[in-house]
């Protein structure tokens, strides 16, 4: 991770110098959140910890359970979950309904977002990176998603990491 830190630059005035031949100065390895940071600005995604990981206690503290919570609640439970947002659409024949996936380090999240609740909370549903969602559970079959009631976004948690959502229109 270090040595590859400061890359050569090739410039004419150094091609022919051989390389120094000072040893590099010993430095401490890097804490795996600083690789994750690493990773995602490199190439948008890690396979170290997933970044929820290491924000678990504090969304906890807030009142999120992991993303896997939705799958075993029973439905019209009402819960709260928090996720990177992988992705956003608003297909023209949903009647304005906002469709989201969450993601963090135990799965996904489903969650659906109607017109009402993206007025309430328009900033977090269309900018926000990293969503806290409290809502209903809606099961239908095999099929789990949160009805939305509340967007809070924490985004600025995540401020270092470079995360792009793959909204769709």
């Not at 906002?98 to 969650?111: I, K, P, Q, R, Y």
Request: aromatic content about 4%; glycine content about 8%.
């Amino acid at each position: 991770f270090w040595q590859a830190a400061p890359a050569r630059q090739s410039a004419p005035l150094f091609e022919r110098a051989p390389p120094p031949e000072v040893a590099p100065p010993p430095l401490p390895p890097p804490h795996e959140a600083e690789l994750v940071v690493a990773d995602y600005a490199t190439t948008g995604l890690t396979l170290h910890s997933h970044p929820l990981h290491f924000l678990r206690p504090h969304v906890a503290k807030l009142g999120g359970a992991p993303c896997s919570v939705l799958t075993r609640a029973l439905s019209g439970a009402r819960i709260a979950v928090a996720g990177l947002v992988l992705h956003r659409q608003k297909p023209g024949t949903a009647s304005g309904v906002l469709f989201m996936t969450l993601e963090d380090e135990s799965g996904s999240a489903n969650v659906i977002v109607r017109e009402r609740e993206q007025q309430r909370h328009r900033s977090a549903c269309i900018g926000g990176r990293l969503l806290l969602v409290r809502g209903k559970v809606e099961r239908v079959g095999e099929v789990v998603h949160l009805l939305a009631e509340r967007v809070t976004d924490l985004t600025e948690l995540v401020r270092r990491i470079e995360t792009r959502s793959r909204d769709f229109r």
